[in-house]
C-alpha cells in the first residue's frame, strides 16, 4: 500500500485533529466509554475486577461497522514479572489500542498472550504483541492456520475499515493444560473444548477468576459455527465444580456465581432438543429455522439470529439421524 | 411448505411449547417483503436482473408476482453452501410445473418441479455465489406464472468451490446412495424427505467438471409418478429434499425413487411407509 510523504501526512493529521476536535470533545463529554468510529479508537478501558485481573467488555453484539468488531471480552492479569493476555480481539487495532489500555495500567512487558479458540473475534490482534509471546492449544493454532484467513477476509467485509492492515497471525507457542507460576502469577490451564475443537479456560487461583472464553456466554445467545454440543455441556459440568470467585464469559458481563454457566447449558439443551424434534417430525431446514425460540432465552441478546444461524449448523447432521443417512 | 397442524403439535409437544405460540411463525419466517396479490407489473424484489429472467424463462407468458406462492429463506445466509429454501404455491390451486431460480447466480436454474399427483410444496437446499433473489415460478393450467421469491444475502462463493466430495473418496463409494423417510400427516399431506449423496459439482470450480444429479421422479405403490424434478448445478452436494405428497401415499406399497445424474449414474431406492 502506497503510503503519504511524512510531511504530507503530519500535516492531513493536524488539519483532520482540527476539524474532528469538536465532534471528539463532544464524544468523550457524551460518553466516557464512547467508540469513535471516525477516528477507529475503541475506547477500551480495562476493568479491573480483583487485584490484577483486568476484563475489557465487548459488546453483547453482531460484528458491525459502528462496533468495530468490539463483541468480545478481552482481558490480562498482572503479574510480578509481566502481564498475561487472555484474547486479543477482532482487528490490528484493537489489539495495539488494547495494548496502550494495558502500558497505562502497568509497565511491565505482556509475556504470555493467549488466543482461547480459533474464533476471529478473539485472534485477530495478534499483530500487536509480541511474536514470541502468542500462545495456544495446538487444536486452535491448526484451526486459526486452516480458517484464519477466510475470517480475516470475512471480518474486512463485516466491519470495514476498521480491520486495516490486519492479518493473520499465527500463534507458535503450544499450550497444554497445567497449573505452573506465570510472571509470578499461579495459573491454570484448562484445555476443555466444545464450542471450538479447542477452547482454552484459564483460572487466576490467587482471585479465584476463571476466563471461561467461549466456553460461557453471559446475556448473549451462544454461537456455534464450530460446536460439539454433548461435548460443549460437559465442559460447562466440569466448569461448574470448580471453585471460583468469579467468572469472565467470552461474552457478556462478568458474574459471581455459576448463572451464566447454568443459562448457556440450558439455552444449548433446548437448542439440540429443538432441532433433534424439528428432524423427527419430518421438518425442512427452512421450516425448522421458523421455529420459535423458548420464552426463557427470548431476553438473549441476538437470540434470534444465532437460532437461525445453528439452524444451518447443527440441524444437518439432526436431519441425517432422522432420515437415516450416514 | 406448511406443515400440517399435526406437525406442529408433534414439534411442540416435543419442546412443550403451546402451539397457538407456533402457529404464526411460518408466515413470520416468509422474509420477502409480500407483495399485493396479482401485482403485474414492477419487480418487488427490484432486482437488476428481472428483465433477463423474464425473457430467458418467461417470453411471452403471462407473469404476475402473486404472494400465493410462498418462498422461506433466511435473509442472511449462514452458509453459501446450503441456503435453505421451503416453496408453497398449493394456495394457487393446481400447479403444472415450479421453476426454482437465482437471479444473480453464475447457473441461475436450481430446481424444476412437476407436481403431476401431488401438493406443488417442496423444500431443497441450494449454492449461492453472491446475494441474490431465490424465486419461486408457478405455471397454472392457464399458462400464468405466478412468481414469488426472497432476497437472501451472502457472502458468497458457493458456485466456485469445489465440492467437499471432490476432495474425498468416500463419495465414489456411496454415490446416489438415498436415505429417505416418510412421515405421514406433514405438510400438505405426508411428506417424504430424501438425501441423496452426490457432489453436485458445478463445473465452475477449477478442473471440476459439472457433475450433478440431472432428474429424480417419485412414484407411488401402484408405479403412478407423483412427482418429476429436474435438478440443476446450483443444488446443494449431498442434497436434502422434502416432497410434499398426498395423504396417505404409502398405502398402496412402499414409494419408488429413480433418477440419474449427467454420467448416467442410476437413483433407484424404496421408501417403505
Redesign the interface.
Known amino acids: 500500500m502506497k503510503r503519504l510523504g511524512s510531511t504530507a501526512r503530519s500535516w492531513r493529521y493536524v488539519l483532520l485533529a482540527f476539524m474532528l476536535a469538536p465532534l471528539l470533545l463532544a464524544l468523550a463529554l457524551d460518553r466516557a466509554h464512547a467508540r469513535d468510529s471516525a477516528a477507529f479508537d475503541y475506547g477500551l478501558v480495562p476493568r479491573q475486577i480483583a487485584d490484577g485481573v483486568y476484563v475489557l467488555e465487548g459488546r453483547k453484539e453482531d460484528f458491525s461497522t459502528a462496533n468495530g468488531g468490539d463483541i468480545a471480552n478481552t482481558g490480562f492479569i498482572v503479574g510480578t514479572a509481566g502481564v498475561i493476555v487472555i484474547d486479543t480481539g477482532s482487528s490490528r487495532r484493537y489489539g495495539e489500542q488494547m495494548r496502550v489500555a494495558i502500558a497505562r495500567i502497568t509497565p511491565l512487558p505482556v509475556v504470555l498472550t493467549i488466543n482461547t479458540h480459533h474464533h476471529p473475534d478473539h485472534f485477530l490482534g495478534n499483530q500487536a504483541f509480541p511474536p514470541d509471546t502468542l500462545a495456544a492449544l495446538p487444536a486452535t493454532i491448526a484451526g486459526i492456520e486452516a480458517e484464519g484467513g477466510a475470517f480475516n477476509d470475512?471480518l474486512y467485509?463485516l466491519v470495514g475499515d476498521w480491520m486495516r492492515d490486519t492479518e493473520v497471525v499465527v500463534p507458535r507457542r503450544r499450550l497444554a493444560a497445567g497449573r505452573q507460576l506465570v510472571a509470578g502469577r499461579d495459573i491454570e490451564l484448562l484445555a476443555l473444548g466444545g464450542h471450538t475443537a479447542a477452547d482454552l479456560v484459564v483460572i487466576d487461583h490467587v482471585s479465584g477468576t476463571v476466563f471461561a472464553a467461549d466456553l460461557v456466554f453471559n446475556g448473549r445467545a451462544p454461537t456455534t459455527?464450530h460446536a460439539d454440543i454433548p461435548r460443549w455441556m460437559e465442559a460447562i459440568a466440569q466448569l461448574e465444580r470448580l471453585p471460583a470467585r468469579r467468572w469472565v464469559p467470552g461474552h457478556g458481563a462478568v458474574h459471581e456465581d455459576t448463572e451464566p454457566l447454568r443459562q448457556t447449558r440450558a439455552y444449548l439443551d433446548w437448542l439440540s432438543?429443538?432441532l433433534q424434534?424439528?428432524a423427527?417430525?419430518?421438518?425442512?431446514?427452512?421450516?425448522a429455522?421458523?421455529?420459535?425460540v423458548?420464552a426463557e432465552f427470548r431476553t438473549l441478546a441476538l437470540v434470534e439470529h444465532e437460532y437461525?444461524?445453528s439452524?444451518?449448523?447443527l440441524f444437518?447432521a439432526a436431519?441425517?439421524a432422522?432420515?437415516?443417512?450416514? | 411448505?406448511k406443515?400440517a397442524h399435526p406437525?406442529r403439535r408433534?414439534?411442540c409437544a416435543?419442546?412443550g411449547?403451546a402451539c397457538a405460540?407456533?402457529l404464526p411463525?411460518?408466515a413470520?419466517?416468509r422474509v420477502l417483503a409480500a407483495a399485493p396479490a396479482l401485482q403485474p407489473g414492477a419487480d418487488p424484489l427490484d432486482s437488476s436482473r428481472w428483465d433477463d429472467m423474464r425473457r430467458a424463462f418467461f417470453a411471452d407468458a403471462p407473469v404476475v408476482f402473486d404472494d400465493r406462492i410462498a418462498v422461506?429463506?433466511?435473509f442472511s445466509a449462514?452458509?453459501p453452501l446450503?441456503v435453505?429454501?421451503?416453496i408453497d404455491a398449493t394456495a394457487l390451486g393446481a400447479v403444472r410445473e415450479v421453476l426454482v431460480f437465482a437471479d444473480f447466480n453464475p447457473i441461475v436454474k436450481a430446481l424444476r418441479v412437476e407436481p403431476l399427483a401431488a401438493p406443488a410444496a417442496f423444500?431443497l437446499?441450494l449454492k449461492l455465489q453472491q446475494s441474490s433473489p431465490v424465486r419461486a415460478a408457478a405455471r397454472t393450467a392457464d399458462g400464468t406464472w405466478h412468481l414469488g421469491g426472497a432476497w437472501v444475502r451472502t457472502?458468497g462463493g458457493g458456485c466456485t468451490l469445489p465440492s467437499l466430495g471432490s476432495g474425498s473418496a468416500e463419495w465414489q463409494q456411496?454415490l446416489n446412495?438415498?436415505?429417505?423417510?416418510l412421515?405421514p400427516g406433514?405438510?400438505h399431506g405426508d411428506?417424504l424427505?430424501?438425501?441423496i449423496?452426490h457432489p453436485m459439482d458445478t463445473g465452475l470450480a477449477p478442473g471440476i467438471p459439472a457433475f450433478h444429479i440431472e432428474t429424480l421422479e417419485i412414484a407411488d405403490g401402484a408405479g403412478r409418478v407423483l412427482v418429476r424434478a429436474e435438478a440443476f448445478e446450483p443444488v446443494s452436494e449431498n442434497p436434502?429434499f422434502?416432497f410434499d405428497l398426498p395423504a396417505g401415499i404409502g398405502a398402496a406399497g412402499p414409494l419408488r425413487i429413480r433418477g440419474r445424474d449427467n454420467n448416467g449414474n442410476l437413483i433407484d431406492a424404496e421408501v417403505r411407509p
Not at chain 1, 280 to 287: C, N, P, Q, V, Y
Not at chain 1, 322 to 326: I, K, M, P, Q, T
Open positions: 470475512n467485509r459455527p432438543r429443538t424434534a424439528a423427527e417430525s419430518g421438518l425442512d431446514m427452512a421450516e429455522m421458523t421455529l420459535p423458548a437461525r444461524r439452524v444451518v449448523h444437518p436431519e441425517r432422522a432420515l437415516g443417512s450416514r | 411448505m406443515p406437525a408433534t414439534v416435543a419442546l411449547l405460540a407456533a411463525f411460518v413470520a419466517g422461506t429463506a433466511p449462514e452458509d446450503n435453505p429454501v421451503a423444500g437446499r457472502s456411496r446412495e438415498v436415505g429417505a423417510r412421515w406433514v405438510g411428506r424427505r430424501l438425501r449423496v436434502v422434502s
